[in-house]
């Protein structure tokens, strides 16, 4: 496994913006030696609740998008296209009791042999219930 290869999921960026801080590093400290990276369908699940996420964020559009500037400039960005049909087959079989909406998420910690950064505890148990255990904990 790749320790140093993070995929960050949607709940995790969304409380760095909600927390005012598009930098996942702050997060982590200036010690962490981390990659951090992001299936494109984060940007879908991040404008989906584009009213939550600004009254949870407490910013005026344009410090809203400065933070999401902040955010996507830190994340690699993988095309979901570029990962294998079984690597997908494998998180759908991990996801599929959980929440489906977490397989592209899977798919790519899987694709990348790296460790998933969520803070949902119902998915972290289920994934593991599935023999899935590859979390990255900050």
Known sequence: MNAGCVVVDANIAFKCLAAQRGDLRD???????????????????????????????????????????????RLDFITEANIHLGTWMEAHRLCKDVDEADTPYVALTLHLDGRLWTDDKELKAGLRASGFNRFFES
Do not use: I
């Not at 997060?27 to 962490?32: N, W």
């Not at 940007?43 to 500037?69: G, I, M, Y």
């Open 27 to 73: 997060r982590l400290g200036p010690s962490a030696n981390l990659k951090f990276y992001s299936p494109r369908f984060l940007f879908v699940e991040l404008f989906k609740p584009k009213d939550r996420l600004a009254r949870a964020t407490r910013l005026n559009e344009e410090e809203l998008l400065q933070a999401l500037h902040t955010l996507t400039s």
